[in-house]
């Protein structure tokens, strides 16, 4: 299959790029997990990035974070050269990556979790505003049409699995990012759960963030994805429109077969089963 680039669809404006990656490529010993991937995300878009385990998905996100440094490669942000030297280089320049472990402390309330390591004083380095801090978690939460949670005083061991997917997205937000990148937000959640993810993200896109999410789910995918970018053996297939797009077509380059139908291209998908 030949690779396939598309602009931004819909709505997204034909700004200058958010992100621009060109060439990033890295290896570990004699394995090449990226080899001259080129990727680009614009304001208030949001790309999924898919493939098989091992295509090279994990490494580019933390190539980005700043936890895997690319070996080559050049990347821009906002239209000015950049290095994702370290996780603090990349959040420095409004980068926010949320984990699938999503790293939340459950024997701590919402609250804490939300803050912990940026806790808002008063009075001191050693005092804690707690009423400040619990009325930005709820400002924040309802912001993001987070209504579920019963309080934010709630133990995060006591939170359903949508709820924390929740909460460490909004964790994120507090340092006002302009780039949010989700690592499975959908994995492992029920229906009703993956729909507020789901809604979650395009609130994200309609803030005018831009969103990296990677998913093997493409029914979620195809629910709020502007663009489809398909990885294979560390190297980019191509960037697919997903209004143009099927889900037999972005199926057939992740597994590098070739589709063709006599009866023209396929329908958009309609099941709701994971890839």
Request: hydrophobic share 40%; net charge negative.
């Amino acid at each position: 299959m030949e690779e396939t680039t598309t602009k931004p669809s819909g709505g997204t404006p034909l700004s200058e790029p958010l992100l621009a990656l060109k060439g990033f490529s890295k290896s570990f010993g004699p394995v090449e997990a990226l080899k001259d991937v080129d990727f680009e995300l614009y304001p208030g878009e949001v790309v999924a990035l898919v493939g098989d385990n091992g295509a090279g998905k994990s490494t580019l996100i933390k190539a980005v974070a700043g936890v895997q440094p690319a070996d080559e490669g050049t990347a821009e942000f906002e239209g000015h050269p950049v290095e994702f030297n370290s996780p603090q280089s990349a959040t420095k320049l409004g980068i926010a990556t949320v984990y699938q472990d999503l790293a939340l402390c459950e024997n701590l309330d919402v609250v804490a979790n939300l803050f912990l390591g940026q806790e808002t004083v008063n009075g001191g380095p050693h005092v804690l505003d707690e009423t400040a801090m619990e009325q930005k978690s709820e400002e924040l939460l309802a912001s993001l049409g987070v209504t579920t949670l019963r309080s934010v005083r709630s133990e995060v061991e006591r939170l359903s699995g949508g709820q924390r997917q929740a909460v460490a997205i909004a964790r994120s937000l507090l340092g006002d990012p302009k780039l949010v990148i989700l690592d499975e937000p959908t994995a492992a959640l029920g229906v009703v759960q993956t729909h507020q993810i789901l809604e979650l993200i395009k609130r994200l896109k309609h803030r005018g963030l831009g969103v990296i999410v990677i998913s093997h789910n493409l029914a979620n995918i195809f629910q709020v994805a502007d663009r489809i970018t398909v990885l294979r053996l560390g190297r980019m297939v191509g960037s697919f429109d997903r209004e143009k797009s099927s889900r037999e077509e972005i199926v057939a380059a992740i597994t590098g077969a070739d589709f063709e139908s006599e009866d023209g291209p396929p329908e958009r998908p309609t099941e709701e089963a994971p890839l």
